[in-house]
């Protein structure tokens, strides 16, 4: 739901950075974006369209890299994929931890010509 | 070409976040978060906070809402200074808007600033604005199961409440799937189990809040 301002923030360091180079185009814009970090990547892509008109990254595509939380087990230290239900370890059914991985959330490179 | 960024989608917001922080700590100020869904009682329980604290603590209020000021005018009649952001349809409240907030409004040096929030559950979890304390409000009549679908909410909290619990009876509400949930992704975070409605358990909350306050001035 907070697509909107996620969108301006990738837009203005996109923005700062192809200035701060003086490149005349952006063409591509690679997200990594972990799955706890709850936005919908269509809609980036569809405010980024529409807030990206006249700047240097006009119709650029965004790709996202999306990166799925892990979790450790508490008891057998097993690593392994959040399931969908619930945050129990596929191994021995105890409850597991997040590690960190899933909660991504940055500009990893551009393409600019 | 590529070029090599590497940097966080939300700077922007974090680096304000980081001066709002900044400025309450210089005040002696305790900056509380109050997040939640729509009608889970964080209206509710910030004026039981008012009721409790009032009197021996200074406290400001920032109510963050999508279009009306009803919570704002219950909080003034309390007698307590409140400032109202509107975001127009905003589904949160972010950093900005609190250093708008604070540079409009008298806040007292070591004092106690609740902010509510948007009611949602899911946005306002990625905008730090610089709070000392992200309070989350979960109510029994929700659910149990709401820290497995709102998990990184109930990750970014460092104090929760779970409140109505006086409707506990009426309710298929499974406490130990709701504890299990909130201690998978959280386990340092306190959870105080209260009622607004009949005072049950709210003493207990503002306790611990007291002495946070204390610890910040």
């Given at each position: 739901?907070?697509?909107?301002?996620v969108?301006?923030?990738?837009?203005?360091?996109?923005?700062?950075?192809?200035?701060?180079?003086?490149?005349l185009?952006v063409?591509?814009?690679?997200?990594?974006?972990?799955?706890l970090s709850?936005?919908?990547?269509?809609?980036v892509?569809m405010?980024?369209?529409?807030?990206?008109?006249?700047?240097?990254?006009q119709?650029?595509?965004?790709?996202?890299k999306?990166?799925?939380s892990?979790?450790?087990?508490?008891a057998c230290?097993n690593?392994?994929?959040?399931?969908?239900k619930?945050?129990e370890?596929?191994q021995?059914?105890e409850?597991?931890?997040?590690t960190g991985v899933?909660r991504?959330?940055?500009?990893?490179s551009?393409?600019?010509? | 070409?590529?070029?090599?960024?590497?940097?966080?989608?939300m700077?922007?917001?974090?680096?304000?976040?980081a001066?709002?922080?900044a400025?309450?700590?210089?005040?002696?100020?305790?900056?509380?978060?109050?997040?939640?869904?729509p009608?889970?009682?964080?209206?509710?329980v910030?004026?039981?906070?008012?009721?409790?604290l009032?009197?021996?603590?200074?406290?400001?209020?920032?109510?963050?809402?999508?279009?009306?000021n009803?919570?704002?005018?219950?909080i003034?009649?309390?007698?307590?200074?409140?400032?109202?952001?509107?975001?127009?349809?905003g589904?949160?409240l972010?950093a900005?808007m609190?250093?708008m907030?604070?540079?409009?409004?008298t806040l007292?040096k070591?004092s106690?600033?609740?902010?509510?929030?948007?009611?949602?559950?899911?946005?306002?979890?990625t905008f730090?604005?610089?709070?000392?304390?992200?309070?989350?409000?979960?109510?029994?009549?929700?659910?149990h199961?709401k820290?497995?679908?709102?998990?990184?909410?109930?990750m970014?909290?460092?104090?929760?409440?779970?409140?109505?619990?006086?409707?506990m009876p009426?309710i298929?509400?499974d406490?130990?799937?709701?504890?299990?949930g909130?201690?998978?992704v959280?386990?340092?975070?306190h959870?105080?189990?209260?009622s607004?409605?009949?005072?049950?358990?709210v003493?207990?909350?503002?306790?611990?809040?007291?002495?946070?306050?204390?610890?910040?001035?």
């Open positions: 739901m907070h697509e909107y301002a969108t301006q923030g990738v837009l203005d360091i996109v923005l700062t950075e192809a200035k701060k180079i003086g490149v185009k063409t591509e814009i690679r997200l990594v974006i972990g799955d709850t936005i919908f990547d269509e809609s892509q405010y980024f369209n529409i807030m990206s008109e006249g700047t240097l990254a119709g650029a595509n965004l790709i996202f999306k990166v799925v892990r979790f450790r087990c508490t230290g690593e392994y994929d959040k399931p969908k619930g945050f370890c596929p021995c059914g409850l597991g931890l997040p899933g991504e959330f940055y500009i990893e551009i393409d600019v010509e | 070409m590529e070029i090599k960024i590497m940097k966080n989608i700077e922007a917001n974090d680096r304000l976040a001066e709002n922080r400025l309450f700590r210089d005040r002696g100020m305790t900056a509380v978060n109050v997040m939640a869904s009608g889970s009682g964080k209206t509710s910030i004026i039981q906070v008012i009721k409790s009032g009197a021996e603590i200074d406290i400001g209020v920032i109510e963050g809402d999508i279009a009306t009803i919570d704002a005018e219950t003034g009649r309390l007698g307590i200074p409140v400032y109202q952001i509107n975001t127009g349809g589904c949160h972010d900005n609190i250093r907030a604070v540079q409009n409004f007292k070591r106690l600033l609740l902010i509510e929030n948007v009611g949602n559950l899911v946005c306002p979890s730090d604005l610089g709070e000392e304390y992200k309070l989350v409000i979960a109510s029994v009549p929700e659910g199961d820290p497995y679908k709102y998990t990184s909410m109930f970014a909290a460092d104090v929760i409440i779970l409140n109505k619990k006086d409707l009426y298929d509400f406490k130990d799937s709701f504890y299990k909130v201690r998978a959280n386990q340092k975070t959870v105080f189990e209260i607004c409605r009949t005072g049950e358990g003493q207990t909350f503002i306790s611990w809040l007291r002495e946070r306050v204390q610890e910040g001035m």
